[in-house]
């Protein structure tokens, strides 16, 4: 199934809204693996933020947001103590942040194609790179990210512990050796 990443309007807003609550009281209900937390992250203004700023993606199917991104060149501080497999200016990579697929639509391979057309749209933005932090704990998006192409750099503090997430996982696809 491909799928095509468009980016995020207004009208989407309150969709967006909705699909992180919904995912949020989801993953309350079984196993948190990224430590979502709602009023906390992700929240109605994660959204606005992406839209105004144009690097929230969308996906639908039958009219409805099954799935979003955000890419940016946005890095956190720690993301400097990396040794990243090539030296690239924050402007030469894309970072992804806040990607979710509906729990309806979990199971689907839709993070998959979200993934895939993500890096799709940073190569024909010529970039270096994609590049992403996961929580230690978020076993299911670990191995999607390593089934994707994205290889494991280090292990850092990104200050969140307040949160119960104490370590991430920083992840690189590498598009010059491709």
């Not at 992700?42 to 639908?60: D, F, Q, S």
């Not at 040794?83 to 839709?110: C, G, L, Y």
């Not at 299911?140 to 192409?149: M, T, V, W």
Request: charge should be negative; charged fraction near 25%.
């Amino acid at each position: 199934m491909a799928i095509t990443l468009e980016l995020a309007t207004q009208l989407d807003i309150d969709e967006l809204d909705k699909l992180y609550t919904t995912t949020i009281d989801y993953l309350n209900q079984y196993t948190n693996h990224p430590g979502w937390q709602k009023d906390v992250y992700p929240v109605r203004e994660t959204a606005v933020t992406g839209i105004n700023e144009k690097n929230l993606y969308v996906v639908r199917q039958e009219n409805q947001i099954v799935g979003s991104i955000i890419l940016n060149h946005k890095t956190e501080p720690a993301y400097q103590q990396a040794n990243w497999s090539i030296d690239a200016d924050d402007k030469e990579i894309m970072v992804v942040h806040t990607f979710v697929v509906h729990p309806n639509f979990s199971k689907q391979r839709i993070g998959e194609e979200i993934l895939l057309a993500a890096c799709e749209l940073a190569l024909e933005k010529q970039m270096k790179a994609i590049r992403l932090d996961v929580f230690r704990g978020n076993a299911p998006a670990i191995r999607l990210y390593e089934k994707c192409g994205f290889s494991y750099v280090d292990t850092v503090d990104l200050g969140l512990s307040d949160y119960g997430l104490d370590y991430f996982k920083l992840y690189e696809k590498n598009f010059l050796s491709l």
